[in-house]
């Protein structure tokens, strides 16, 4: 049973493309996370959500836009794709907000052609 | 600017022995720290969380410290095993109130040889 779970695991388009990426978790947490993990293996959140709402926007390009439409899941639409945002992105969760220990996914691997 | 940072360089140590990480930080207060373990094409794992009023944390062969005066947390693998080869990532709370959040270290690549 897969605590968080996201797909795809990779995703290869070309520039300029829209694409999807969905996350749901198990363990009846209220509170989900976007990251980007770059190719220097930085880790950044971009996104939190609690309970559906929007707590963390960290000055993230208005080309991604998360939803959340209910408590276990977490989607991440990216607009426009450009070379830089090759990145492996994360889903986390967590039960309370930020400072809570957080279970991840496996990433999804994201290649701009 | 505020700054966290982990021995770059990859450690090899032979099994049996401890393995020892750094974790630096500056112009941070933080309330807690978190050490979590990477595999590679795996996302982090929680491995252990410290108060900033916890001198000391202890889960198996796992030990953290916390000084908030150095502004260094110590992560030791006692009786180190070549499957604690890992990277292994520092993460301090930041910010306040709904905007806290983790603010993570590079990571320290762990190489334990049989």
């Known amino acids: 049973d897969t605590a968080v779970s996201q797909t795809p695991k990779y995703l290869v388009t070309q520039m300029g493309n829209d694409k999807s990426i969905k996350c749901e978790q198990n363990?009846?947490?209220?509170?989900m996370y976007w990251y980007k993990q770059d190719s220097k293996k930085f880790l950044k959140i971009m996104f939190s959500?609690?309970?559906?709402?929007?707590?963390i926007n960290e000055t993230v390009p208005n080309r991604f836009s998360p939803k959340s439409p209910d408590k276990a899941h977490l989607n991440l639409h990216i607009n426009s794709l450009e070379l830089g945002d090759s990145a492996v992105y994360f889903c986390a969760s967590s039960q309370g907000g930020g400072s809570q220990p957080q279970h991840f996914g496996d990433g999804t691997r994201l290649s701009i052609l | 600017s505020q700054k966290i940072e982990q021995n770059s360089e990859a450690l090899n140590i032979q099994e049996g022995k401890t393995a020892t990480l750094t974790c630096n930080y500056t112009n941070y207060s933080p309330a807690y720290l978190q050490w979590y373990r990477q595999d590679p094409g795996r996302g982090p794992v929680f491995l252990l969380l410290i108060r900033e009023n916890e001198k000391e944390k202890r889960k198996e062969r796992l030990k953290v410290t916390f000084d908030t005066t150095l502004k260094q947390s110590l992560f030791h693998i006692t009786a180190s095993q070549p499957a604690d080869s890992a990277t292994y990532l520092c993460a301090l709370v930041g910010g306040a109130g709904n905007n806290r959040k983790l603010i993570w270290g590079l990571g320290t690549s762990l190489a334990v040889n049989p």
């Open positions: 959500y609690n309970n559906k709402e929007l707590i």
């Open positions: 363990l009846g947490h209220d509170t």
